[in-house]
T-cell receptor
C-alpha cells in the first residue's frame, strides 16, 4: 500500500467538529482512500471510503483534495464515543488482502 | 453492531487444551478473514477465505487451523498453543475481494489468554 501520514494525536471538545488529516502524496490513480477506527478494546470499524469525490455517510464525511494527495475525515459533532484511533489507508488492486493500519491518529474527546 | 459476531468473547486456555473460535457474518458477504492483534502491535492477517476457498495463509503455525464450512461461518481451531499466542483474535468479512467491494467489517474479537 502507498504510504499515508497522519498526526499521532488530536484533541477535540465534545459536540464540536473534528477534522482528521491524512497525507498520501504517492497515491496512485486507482487507489481508494479508506478510513477505519478502533475504539479501546474493540475490533476495528469501517468509517468511510472514497476515490475522487467527497463522500458523506451517517458516521462522517470524507473530503478529498483535488490532486488526491491528501484527505480529511470530518466528524461533524464529536461525542465521547468517537474517542478512538483513526486509520487512513489506501487500497488498490495491488494492495493484498491485509489491512495495513499503520499508527493512525489517536483522537481524544473531552467533555 | 457490524453484522459480524464472534464467540466466545473471552477465552482462557491451557497449553494442552483444544478450543475453537467461531465467527458468523449476517451481511451476505463472500470473503472472511482471521486477524491477530497482539498488545501494541499492528494487525496481523492470518487467513483469508473467498467463496469458501482459502486464498491466504500468512505463514501461520499449524497449531492454528481454520475452517470455513460456508460463506457465513468461519472457525479457528486452536491446539497446543503457546503463551505468546495470547492476543485479540478478530474476524472480518467483505463482500468479496474486488477493489471497492473489499471494505472489511470486523467482529468484536475474542480475547484469548494462554496459560
Amino acid at each position: 500500500d502507498a504510504k499515508t501520514t497522519q498526526p499521532n494525536s488530536m484533541e477535540s471538545n465534545e459536540e464540536e467538529p473534528v477534522h482528521l488529516p491524512c497525507n498520501h502524496s504517492t497515491i496512485s490513480g486507482t487507489d481508494y482512500i479508506h478510513w477505519y477506527r478502533q475504539l479501546p478494546s474493540q475490533g476495528p470499524e469501517y468509517v468511510i471510503h472514497g476515490l475522487t469525490s467527497n463522500v458523506n455517510n451517517r458516521m462522517a464525511s470524507l473530503a478529498i483534495a483535488e490532486d488526491r494527495k491528501s484527505s480529511t475525515l470530518i466528524l461533524h459533532r464529536a461525542t465521547l464515543r468517537d474517542a478512538a484511533v483513526y486509520y487512513c489507508i489506501l487500497r488498490g488492486s495491488n494492495s493484498g488482502y491485509a489491512l495495513n493500519f499503520g499508527k493512525g491518529t489517536s483522537l481524544l474527546v473531552t467533555p | 453492531e457490524t453484522g459480524v459476531t464472534q464467540t466466545p468473547r473471552h477465552l482462557v486456555m491451557g497449553m494442552t487444551n483444544k478450543k475453537s473460535l467461531k465467527c458468523e457474518q449476517h451481511l451476505g458477504h463472500n470473503a472472511m478473514y482471521w486477524y491477530k492483534q497482539s498488545a501494541k502491535k499492528p494487525l496481523e492477517l492470518m487467513f483469508v477465505y473467498n467463496f469458501k476457498e482459502q486464498t491466504e495463509n500468512n505463514s501461520v503455525p499449524s497449531r492454528f487451523s481454520p475452517e470455513c464450512p460456508n460463506s457465513s461461518h468461519l472457525f479457528l481451531h486452536l491446539h497446543t498453543l503457546q503463551p505468546e499466542d495470547s492476543a485479540l483474535y478478530l474476524c472480518a468479512s467483505s463482500q468479496d475481494m474486488l477493489v471497492d467491494r473489499e471494505t472489511q467489517y470486523f467482529g468484536p474479537g475474542t480475547r484469548l489468554l494462554v496459560l
